[in-house]
């Protein structure tokens, strides 16, 4: 039987505001376990939530980014439940109100491009942490991460492939830093997926039944665990067996999902609006700061590079992988002449690779726009050639500089001009007469010793281009 | 100094003049206390040290001309605002080990303006009860008859300031919890508004209804206290901004032209006799100094006990849900897993009264329950705070009793904990409407016992309503009566 597949993604995206969503506590990773908990985060008796309007703008910039609606008034709501890490013993959430309604994000698999409709995105604050192996017999909890502002960003049932999850999540991601919303780091869990996965028959109205599957913090094991559930759904419908609705654990050390619990021991959360806090109330003149401050897009801006640049969606897109990366690629290309072709093969190439060597986001390149124009700047006018270019980004890489002092310290300089070629050519068929009557009575393979040794008389600097152009002419010269 | 006779006001012109040192004033309370409070039970902790120092600190800023109203004065705060270095229990076992690391907004209010902290009041736990017989800590006696319950929640409050343990006491009211121990135990007693006093560092109960106040004596002492009481505060969302306003000014203004609403359905039975003839006589108390009298209607007012008996413990059962051993307060000393830790800590930490709220809360949150009864709820919510915007069309103040009966007996309505929860039927509306509320003493009924005048008054009319206690206090001499365990 042919099976269709029906995903759709819950994302939480920790917002990158300084304090946290309901108390002045910083947010930032890596304290010691506790030392940011202020007495709301640690739910003292008689401590009261205030919203920090930051992980608003956060919301704000996301709905405004998705062609989403920013709610006028939305409501924050108890989500009410025990656990040792949840200080209140409930989760201030936004329920039937939220944020952001709706939106679209645009994905691209395999050349074809989607449009994944977004349901909502609604504020939230994170839980603390449960250490369960530190202590020996014991649990410890920490609530650095309690009260972290979340934006849960909820898809349509839109995808049909784990690829396109992939690509969803990517895109989501791509557009989340870009908006400097959230840092994307993945390893801290500031951005993590879980993904409600269901198959049915092609061509079948009804959607089958779901799971859904938690702890998803990497593309890859996103990849991996919704391709699993996928043959695990189907194989236990052909085996006659039958989907239970059920929440499921990635164990990525045994590549395979487990069950956690089914939705009988699913619990009430007993949604109320929560009465510490007003209804969240948003006039025009917010969203209208907010858009003012907004970057231009990063779809948008793949687009215009191609309109204005000629690139090729595939290289406006690599250009566009990031904020950063975009960011370099626009100082860049004054700096190398708006060379636009020779900037976007440089980033993606040499530039990415020595990038990808040292595991370094573009951000930290050791090679600067302004470093690497002055060198493709020589490549264009013919200084230098683009082997040396090679050779010499590697120089700046390792010990920085600029590349003319370089070019003019190590006497690179391509030699193009006429007469300086004429007298090596010259002296060189001098030398080797023998080879030079072999030449011109026909043997054209001679033409490629004298390239070789020209290129070594000159220490490899002639010019290749022009070098051919004197050495025809002279050759054929009686 | 003869406390039981001396006014707030009078005491602190008293240590303005330097005639008393706040010592020596705070010594003759922490006296008083410990001859009478044995008896009472109105004091869950008193720190003689703690307070002297604070009492020294105040004398020497007295001395140095930096006095306020208040500077000096010592204050009892009820048990459920988080006093730095103090036991915070909430009347609770399951807090009973609680010392706050943290001031509510209120104690920095009173410590800036130099008042002292004279001690912890006992209370019903997590202030919910209407006899303080739910308290951790036992119950608190009425000084009038230490067979009765002085009503609660703030019960400790309102028997310390009766017995004249303190000048005054802070206090709070979700659905009566200020206005009726007041008018048990015979002493003045204000709710402002919804808003007005900041909730932070007060412990919750229901939060879209609890709001902190003031017990004293009279009037007048309640305006004195409310001024340094009030004010904005950023940490409560919920927190009004409003230009500082003095809540004595208006004291002593005629009551000539003053439109009395009097709501039909509270002068429709459910009132014991006596109680209804102290009324009427404190009414014409006002026909006296010029008041009209309004017949307004309160349609919904029947609904109100059934409305926050939904409400109340809907937002209870989720704030209650903190207090779960993991951090701080009490744990079961023996568990088995996660859950089993859960259980036999909140089995063992709450009292019955709370277990029934939280359970009640639960219930009526649950899915499928949820637009019955929270929902159907708010709607009538809606329908009261409509019916007082109404009223207040026709009248300035509404006046009414602030219980239905005198303090009743020990043990007498805790098997029913409706015929309980009906005590407050004249109180709880103003909460779900977030309205200021007033009780102040107007003779006494059955066996000697108070009576107390509730005055309702429109948004934010705090000092009106203070005007027209005022001058009914300047009428009568209600308040000035004690206790006979006060003089002695």
């Known amino acids: 039987m042919d099976w269709e597949v029906v995903i759709g993604l819950e994302t939480h995206a920790q917002l990158a505001t300084h304090s946290k969503i309901f108390s002045g506590a910083s947010t930032a990773f890596g304290a010691a376990p506790n030392a940011q908990a202020s007495a709301v985060d640690l739910a003292l008796p008689g401590v009261l939530p205030v919203l920090n309007r930051a992980a608003v703008d956060c919301a704000i910039r996301f709905g405004l980014s998705t062609g989403a609606t920013v709610a006028s008034r939305s409501i924050f709501a108890r989500k009410n439940y025990f656990y040792p890490d949840l200080p209140k013993g409930y989760q201030i959430s936004q329920y039937e109100i939220p944020v952001v309604s709706g939106g679209t994000v645009t994905i691209e698999v395999e050349g074809q491009a989607r449009t994944i409709r977004l349901t909502r995105a609604h504020l939230e604050e994170d839980a603390g942490k449960s250490l369960h192996e530190d202590f020996h017999g014991l649990s410890g909890i920490d609530l650095n991460r309690a009260g972290t502002p979340l934006l849960e960003i909820v898809s349509e049932p839109d995808l049909r492939s784990a690829a396109e999850a992939v690509a969803y999540a990517r895109a989501l991601h791509r557009l989340v830093t870009w908006i400097g919303i959230c840092d994307g780091n993945m390893q801290e869990g500031s951005f993590r997926c879980d993904a409600n996965v269901s198959v049915r028959p092609r061509g079948q109205e009804e959607l089958g039944t779901r799971c859904e599957i938690k702890n998803l913090n990497s593309f890859r094991f996103l990849e991996k665990a919704i391709e699993y559930e996928i043959r695990r759904q189907i194989e236990l419908i052909q085996a006659g067996g039958a989907v239970v609705q059920e929440t499921r654990l990635y164990d990525p050390d045994r590549d395979e999902t487990r069950s956690m619990r089914s939705k009988e021991d699913a619990q009430d959360y007993r949604y109320f609006p929560d009465p510490d806090l007003l209804p969240l109330s948003i006039e025009a003149a917010w969203i209208d700061r907010v858009r003012a401050e907004l970057p231009e897009l990063p779809d948008a801006m793949q687009q215009r590079f191609t309109d204005d640049f000629g690139l090729s969606m595939y290289d406006a897109g690599v250009l566009t992988a990031s904020r950063d990366m975009a960011r370099y690629f626009l100082d860049l290309l004054p700096c190398a002449g708006n060379d636009a072709k020779l900037c976007a093969n440089w980033v993606s190439g040499e530039l990415a690779a020595a990038l990808h060597r040292e595991s370094l986001e573009i951000q930290d390149s050791r090679v600067s726009p302004q470093q690497l124009g002055g060198l493709l700047k020589r490549v264009q006018d013919g200084t230098i050639s683009g082997k040396m270019a090679k050779e010499l980004f590697d120089v700046l890489w390792r010990e920085g500089g600029e590349a003319d002092a370089l070019i003019e310290a190590r006497g690179l300089k391509q030699i193009s001009d006429v007469s300086s070629l004429e007298r090596i050519v010259e002296a060189l068929m001098a030398e080797h007469p023998a080879q030079v009557a072999e030449y011109r009575a026909g043997k054209e393979k001679v033409f490629g010793f004298f390239v070789g040794r020209a290129m070594k008389a000159s220490g490899g600097r002639a010019n290749p281009e022009q070098l051919n152009v004197v050495l025809k002419q002279r050759l054929k010269a009686e | ?488």
Not at chain 2, 185 to 199: A, D, E, F, Q
Not at chain 2, 230 to 250: L, M, Q, W
Not at chain 2, 271 to 281: K, L, M, R
């Open chain 2, 1 to 488: 100094m003869d406390l039981a006779n001396t006014s707030l006001r009078q005491l602190a012109s008293a240590l303005h003049e330097r005639r008393i040192s706040s010592r020596e004033l705070t010594q003759a309370y922490l006296e008083r206390i410990g001859r009478l409070d044995g008896q009472l039970g109105a004091f869950i902790t008193v720190d003689p040290d703690k307070t002297l120092s604070q009492a020294d600190a105040a004398d020497a800023r007295i001395a140095r001309g930096e006095a306020g109203p208040l500077t000096g004065i010592p204050v009892a705060h009820k048990d459920i605002f988080c006093t730095e270095g103090w036991l915070t229990t909430c009347g609770s076992r399951m807090l009973s080990n609680f010392v706050s690391p943290y001031d509510a907004h209120v104690i920095e209010k009173f410590a800036a303006a130099g008042a002292l902290i004279l001690g912890k009041t006992n209370m019903d736990e997590f202030a919910m009860g209407s006899s303080n017989e739910t308290s951790h800590f036992g119950p608190v006696k009425n000084p009038w008859n230490l067979a009765k319950v002085p009503g609660g929640s703030s019960g400790g409050s309102a028997a310390a300031v009766a017995a004249r343990l303190a000048p005054a006491a802070t206090a709070t009211d979700t659905g009566g919890s200020i206005r009726q121990p007041a008018a048990l135990c015979g002493v003045s007693g204000i709710k402002p508004t919804y808003g007005l006093v900041s909730r932070y560092g007060m412990i919750a109960y229901a939060s879209s209804l609890d709001q902190g106040g003031v017990i004293a004596p009279s009037a007048e002492d309640l305006g004195l206290v409310l001024n340094t009481m009030v004010g904005f505060d950023t940490r409560d969302s919920t927190s009004i901004e409003r230009p500082t306003e003095d809540y004595t000014a208006a004291l002593g203004q005629p009551l000539k032209g003053l439109r009395i609403g009097l709501p039909r359905e509270y002068f429709s039975g459910g009132v014991s006799p006596d109680v209804a003839q102290a009324i009427d006589a404190a009414l014409e108390v006002y026909d006296r100094l010029g008041a009209e009298r309004v017949e307004v209607s309160l349609p919904h007012s029947h609904l109100s006990v059934p409305v926050y008996y939904v409400l109340a413990p809907a937002e209870a059962s989720s704030n209650l849900s903190r207090y779960d051993g993991v951090r701080y307060g009490h744990r079961a000393a023996q568990y088995g897993d996660l859950n089993d830790m859960y259980e036999r800590t909140r089995a063992e930490g709450f009292g019955a009264e709370v277990k029934r709220r939280i359970l009640t809360g639960t219930y009526v949150l649950s899915r499928g329950y949820y637009d019955a009864y929270y929902l159907q709820a708010q709607r009538v919510r809606r329908l009261i705070v409509n019916d007082f915007r109404e009223a207040f069309a026709r009248c300035d103040v509404i006046m009414g009793p602030s219980s239905p009966t005198v303090a009743f007996g020990f043990g007498e309505k805790t098997s029913d904990p409706v015929q309980m929860y009906l005590s407050d039927i004249f109180t709880i509306s103003v909460n779900l409407a977030g309205l200021p509320g007033l009780s102040i003493p107007a003779g006494f009924g059955a066996a000697g016992l108070p009576v107390g005048l509730q005055l309702i008054g429109n948004y934010f009319s705090e000092g009106r309503l203070l005007q027209a206690a005022h001058g009914y206090q300047q009428a009568t001499d209600w308040h000035r009566q004690v206790p006979d365990m006060a003089r002695a």
